[in-house]
């Protein structure tokens, strides 16, 4: 039975588990999902420092003339006590000395030969960065859930992590399926067609950070859908297009039924593209995506990207929206649950002007899609419109409302 596009996207969200993890050097995990929370073995900063270069000194010599005859340095670890009337030098990150009350940057003292004049405001703890003022000790600095970047790493790095544990690498395995399709690197006759397909998924599925095991098109047969499917099985999810009408050659999702797949989602109520079928056969995630390369395209968007997300770990599986209005009027038929792709420009959104099913070139153009739902039949030049990223990742933990209406 057809489902709706949020109807789908929740029963991805409850029926796809995140795989199994292992452990990685924090160097290498960039774009992987941390499967534990990490909580700061120490404060940091460790110990109260300077945040300038300058001079510590008591509060009380405001507007004095006081002597100083010591430097402390970044890495020295002092053992004087700062007395009355006099300053310390101190240069940026060094530990500010016992008896320190602030810190008075250099460029706003007069110095003569062991004596400095300070300035008449100053202000207690002024200039000093406090213990754990950054990462207190015990608090929870990275989530179960989020996504390892390079300021993940700085945090991690800073309190002498080595390694971390996160959700395995997803190994994807790709297959296309019709008697017309050839793969691109062969000579093909007129009547014939490149499968340009399996090339697109797999270079999505390497950007959104999974390894792609297997590629191939298999022809119109049960015997050649079939040896495709096992040869696929031990993926973590199949990923194919074309055979899932009601052609006479149509047998994918027979042949993977066959094969014992259980059906999570078959038939979507979307265009383009309706026919996409979400499944699994044991462990492996199983997705039928539409032939027309379009509408695959649209339907890895909106699904073959949130599985990942959810398959990755991540807390923030969800997609979001972003608010932006229509840079020109576009018109659409009507009557469906339908996508409309676009650019973006930061600020507004430009429908592309063609968008056929079948098509491989607008593609590359589109930054974003919106969805519209069957009454939206024209949308007007400065209409507010939500849109769905693809040139970029921007999710949220909570379900949002994704439609244009
Ligand atoms: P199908 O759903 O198998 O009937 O395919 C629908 C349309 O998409 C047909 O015109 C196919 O030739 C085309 N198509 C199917 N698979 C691919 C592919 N991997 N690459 C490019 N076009 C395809
Ligand atoms: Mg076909």
Same mark, same amino acid.
């Given at each position: 039975?057809?489902?709706?596009?949020?109807?789908?996207?929740?029963?991805?969200?409850?029926?796809?588990?995140?795989?199994?993890?292992?452990?990685?050097?924090?160097? !290498?995990?960039?774009?992987?999902?941390?499967?534990?929370?990490? =909580?700061?073995?120490?404060?940091?900063?460790?110990?109260?420092?300077? *945040?300038? /270069?300058?001079?510590?000194?008591?509060?009380? +010599? *405001?507007?004095?003339?006081?002597?100083?005859?010591?430097?402390?340095?970044?890495?020295?670890?002092?053992?004087?006590?700062?007395?009355?009337?006099?300053?310390?030098?101190?240069?940026?990150?060094?530990?500010?000395?016992?008896?320190?009350? *602030?810190?008075?940057?250099?460029?706003?003292?007069?110095?003569?030969?062991?004596?400095?004049?300070?300035?008449?405001?100053?202000?207690?703890?002024?200039? !000093?960065?406090?213990?754990?003022?950054?990462? #207190?000790?015990?608090?929870?600095?990275?989530?179960?859930?989020?996504?390892?970047? $390079?300021?993940?790493?700085?945090?991690?790095?800073?309190?002498?992590?080595?390694?971390?544990?996160?959700?395995?690498?997803?190994?994807?395995?790709?297959?296309?399926?019709?008697?017309?399709?050839?793969?691109?690197?062969?000579?093909?006759?007129?009547?014939?067609?490149?499968?340009?397909?399996?090339?697109?998924?797999?270079?999505? %599925?390497?950007?959104?950070?999974?390894?792609?095991?297997?590629? #191939?098109? %298999?022809?119109?047969?049960?015997? $050649?859908?079939? +040896? %495709?499917?096992?040869?696929?099985?031990?993926?973590?999810?199949?990923?194919?297009?074309?055979?899932?009408?009601?052609?006479?050659?149509?047998?994918?999702?027979? +042949?993977? !039924?066959?094969?014992?797949?259980?059906?999570?989602?078959?038939?979507?109520?979307?265009?383009?593209?309706?026919?996409?079928?979400?499944?699994?056969?044991?462990?492996? =995630?199983?997705?039928?995506?539409?032939?027309?390369?379009? *509408?695959?395209?649209?339907?890895?968007?909106?699904?073959? #990207?949130?599985?990942?997300?959810?398959?990755?770990?991540?807390?923030?599986?969800?997609?979001?929206?972003?608010?932006?209005?229509?840079?020109?009027?576009?018109?659409?038929?009507?009557?469906?649950?339908?996508? =409309?792709?676009?650019?973006?420009?930061?600020?507004?959104?430009?429908?592309?002007?063609?968008?056929?099913?079948?098509?491989?070139?607008?593609?590359?153009?589109?930054?974003?899609?919106?969805?519209?739902?069957?009454?939206?039949?024209?949308?007007?030049?400065?209409?507010? =419109?939500?849109?769905?990223?693809?040139?970029?990742?921007?999710?949220?933990?909570?379900?949002? /409302?994704?439609?244009?209406?």
């Amino acid at each position: 039975m057809a489902v709706s596009i949020t109807e789908a996207l929740d029963i991805i969200s409850h029926t796809m588990t995140p795989l199994d993890s292992e452990i990685l050097p924090i160097e !290498i995990a960039v774009g992987r999902v941390v499967t534990q929370d990490y =909580v700061a073995a120490f404060d940091l900063p460790r110990f109260n420092n300077s *945040a300038m /270069d300058g001079y510590a000194v008591k509060v009380s +010599a *405001a507007g004095q003339t006081v002597k100083c005859s010591e430097v402390i340095y970044a890495g020295d670890d002092p053992q004087m006590h700062l007395l009355q009337n006099t300053a310390i030098k101190i240069m940026t990150g060094a530990p500010v000395p016992a008896g320190c009350e *602030a810190i008075v940057p250099i460029e706003n003292v007069s110095t003569s030969d062991d004596n400095i004049t300070l300035p008449s405001d100053i202000q207690h703890n002024g200039f !000093i960065r406090m213990a754990g003022e950054d990462i #207190r000790k015990g608090t929870v600095f990275l989530r179960k859930g989020e996504v390892v970047n $390079a300021y993940t790493i700085a945090s991690l790095a800073s309190q002498g992590i080595t390694h971390i544990t996160v959700t395995r690498e997803i190994k994807v395995a790709i297959f296309g399926t019709g008697d017309e399709l050839r793969p691109h690197f062969e000579k093909i006759e007129a009547h014939q067609l490149y499968n340009s397909n399996s090339p697109m998924f797999a270079a999505r %599925s390497k950007a959104l950070g999974c390894a792609v095991r297997f590629i #191939r098109t %298999s022809a119109d047969t049960f015997e $050649a859908l079939e +040896a %495709s499917i096992r040869s696929t099985l031990d993926a973590d999810i199949i990923i194919t297009s074309g055979g899932v009408s009601v052609g006479d050659k149509d047998f994918t999702k027979v +042949a993977f !039924i066959n094969l014992g797949m259980q059906v999570h989602i078959d038939t979507i109520n979307i265009k383009p593209g309706p026919l996409t079928i979400v499944g699994s056969i044991g462990r492996t =995630v199983v997705v039928n995506l539409p032939g027309n390369p379009l *509408a695959a395209m649209v339907n890895y968007e909106l699904f073959v #990207r949130a599985i990942l997300r959810k398959m990755s770990g991540r807390t923030d599986h969800r997609h979001a929206t972003v608010s932006t209005t229509m840079r020109s009027d576009f018109s659409v038929r009507g009557g469906k649950h339908a996508v =409309v792709l676009g650019k973006f420009n930061g600020e507004s959104f430009e429908a592309l002007k063609t968008q056929m099913p079948g098509m491989v070139s607008p593609m590359q153009e589109a930054e974003g899609l919106i969805l519209i739902t069957p009454d939206v039949k024209h949308l007007e030049k400065g209409a507010l =419109v939500k849109m769905i990223p693809i040139s970029w990742e921007f999710t949220r933990e909570k379900k949002e /409302d994704l439609y244009t209406h």
